[in-house]
């Protein structure tokens, strides 16, 4: 590299500018990509975005902290963007209302399949104690399961990455899961997108149906709220 | 745009007040959800009454800007896989195996359950609400 390019590295480098910009840029490569495939599960554009900017920053030898100081401020609106999901349920009210024991019942069984069925798979596949403490929040939104993890003493960077996988697998499975079984209910599909795979799911939601989105939506909250509570209990029971 | 923008800050700011002071199991965000319902519960009441709708639809309008990129605040946090690329390449398979078992699973019982008690008790006088061509 010559000289004056190695000035401006240095320089770009070092400002929250440019990986923030870089953030918006290779998403709206990927979200782009997503529409020109008429929103096809598999070019979901966390998915796309999250490996591109994985290797932009092996390329660059950019540490994660360098890129979190610039991606931080798209990382923040996450929280303002759950307190919105209340403009959809307001909107739709009449319609929640009518299905307040489905949506109970199916929360009730949703959270403790996600929670058990983890957990038993990686127990059975030889995973540690360590790692399945990080894996058993992985279906609620991050920021609440990365403080689950921390209160029981595992690892919260890890069930981030868990909870982002869950979210884009989720993402990715959802529609042709659903119209495979012939569930054309909006409420439940987006119910158990929700429940499943927290945010991403309902980003997805959002992508195929407004219903579906607003149930995704306060599945999420709900599931983030039960999900806060049984995780302890079940790893106290299970894994002393 | 800015009142409406200050006002969803606002529940969000209230929700992890409340939840750090009282140390409750809950999201700050969570809460703030429910306040923001309560808010715009008030502003349609009062508007019912004859009052003015507070802000119009400003808040309905930076709500749908922020939900409508909802996929691009997961980045950064996806993105944070850098830094586990070891436990990964330990228990990548295992792990992803468990995730995509369990995240099915969850779909597949959480979609049951609501279609099978919806059908049962709330649906006798909605016929609209379905659309399965079961």
Known sequence: ???????????LSKTPLLWLTVTLAVYCLADWFSQATGRHPLANPVLHAVWILALLLAITGTGYKTYFDGAQFVHFLLGPATVALAIPLYEHRDKVLRVLLPMTAALLCGSLTAILSALLVAHLLGVPRAVLIALAPKSVTAAVAMGITQSLGGDPALTAVLVILTGITGGIVVTPLMNALGIGDWRARGFAAGIAAHGIGTARAFQVHPIAGTFAGIAMGLNALLTAILVPLVIRWLLP | MLPAVAVILFCQLAG??????????LPGPVLGM????????ARDQLAARGARRLGGNAIENVGRVLLANLSLLFVPAGVGVVQRLDVLARYGLPLIVALVVSTVAALLVAVGVFRLLARRFSERMEPEAGGEGL
């Open chain 2, 34 to 41: 429910a306040l923001l319902f309560l808010l715009l519960v």
């Open chain 2, 16 to 25: 992890e007040a409340v939840v750090r002071a009282a140390g409750l199991p």
């Open chain 1, 1 to 11: 590299m010559s000289d004056p390019i190695f000035a401006l590295w240095v320089y």
